[in-house]
C-alpha cells in the first residue's frame, strides 16, 4: 500500500507507515529552531514543488527541475525576491537535510523586471537596505529622465546627460552626483553586464569647507574689534576665547 505524499494516510496505515514528506520538512524545521509561520511556509513551498513537478516525489527529480521551479517562482510571483529566497530556502532544507541530497548551491534565476533584479544582485552582494534603496532611487530617475526607455537601450552619453543635468538644472551636490554616478555604473557592469567606456559629465561643485577653529592670532584679531574696550563685552569674549587657545 502506497501513501500520497500530499495527503493524509488512512488510520489503519499510521502505525505501518513512516511519516509523510511534509511532515518531515515541519519536524526538521522545527528542530532547527524555525517558528511555526515559518515553518508552514516552508511546508507550503515544498508542496508547490511537487505539485509543480505532478506529484512526483522529489528524490525523482534533479537539479534542473529545481531550477524549472524557481524560474516559475520569479516569474509569476508579485513580490518575485522575498518568494525566490524563501523557497530556495524551503528546497534547501527538503534536500540537504530531509533527503540528505547534494545538489550543491542552487540557482537564483533572475526575476523579469529590471528593478527586481538589481535587488537581487545588491542582496547577493551583501550591500546595505540604504544603499540598495538609494542606488534603486537613482535608477529609477534615470529610466524616467529618459522617456522610460530600458538601460539597454542607452549608454554612455545618456549617463552624460542626466548627470550634467542633475549638476546644471537640479544644483545638486557633489555627494549627490556620485551617489548617482555610482548606482547606474553597477546598474551596467554588474546587472546588465555592459561596459559604458569613458564618458564625462559637468562635475557638481563641492562645498567650501570653513575651518572649525580659529588660530590664536585669528583669535586676537577678533577680540581686538570687539567693542566696549575693557568693558564687560570684550571680558566675555575673552572667556569665550579661552577653548580656542592651545594648552
Request: charged content about 25%; hydrophobic content about 40%.
Amino acid at each position: 500500500m502506497t501513501t500520497s505524499l500530499l495527503s493524509d494516510p488512512t488510520p489503519q496505515a499510521i502505525s505501518a507507515q513512516p511519516p509523510r514528506l511534509l511532515d518531515q520538512v515541519a519536524q526538521t524545521a522545527r528542530q532547527r529552531g524555525a517558528s511555526e509561520p515559518t515553518t508552514a511556509q516552508l511546508v507550503d513551498w515544498v508542496r508547490a514543488y511537487v505539485l509543480f513537478h505532478n506529484k512526483r516525489h522529489p528524490r525523482e527529480l534533479n537539479r534542473a527541475a529545481v531550477t524549472r521551479f524557481l524560474q516559475h517562482v520569479v516569474r509569476t510571483e508579485k513580490r518575485p525576491l522575498p518568494a525566490l529566497e524563501s523557497a530556495r530556502s524551503a528546497l534547501e532544507l527538503l534536500y540537504g537535510t530531509v533527503l540528505g541530497v547534494d545538489l550543491g548551491e542552487l540557482p537564483r534565476p533572475r526575476p523579469p523586471r529590471l528593478l527586481d533584479q538589481m535587488s537581487q544582485v545588491l542582496r547577493v552582494r551583501h550591500y546595505s537596505p540604504r544603499t540598495e534603496a538609494c542606488y534603486l532611487h537613482w535608477v529609477r530617475q534615470f529610466i524616467l529622465f529618459h522617456g522610460k526607455r530600458h538601460p539597454r537601450d542607452l549608454g554612455a552619453a545618456e549617463v552624460e546627460q542626466i548627470l550634467t543635468h542633475l549638476a546644471v538644472h537640479g544644483r545638486v551636490s557633489a555627494s549627490t552626483q556620485n551617489q548617482a554616478l555610482n548606482a547606474l555604473v553597477f546598474l551596467y557592469q554588474q546587472v546588465l553586464e555592459i561596459d559604458l567606456g569613458r564618458f564625462d559629465a559637468v562635475r557638481a561643485r563641492r562645498p567650501k569647507r570653513l575651518p572649525v577653529v580659529l588660530a590664536p592670532d585669528e583669535v586676537a584679531a577678533v577680540l581686538a574689534h570687539v567693542d566696549g574696550g575693557e568693558g564687560v563685552f570684550r571680558l566675555m569674549a575673552r572667556r569665550l576665547s579661552i577653548g580656542l587657545r592651545p594648552g
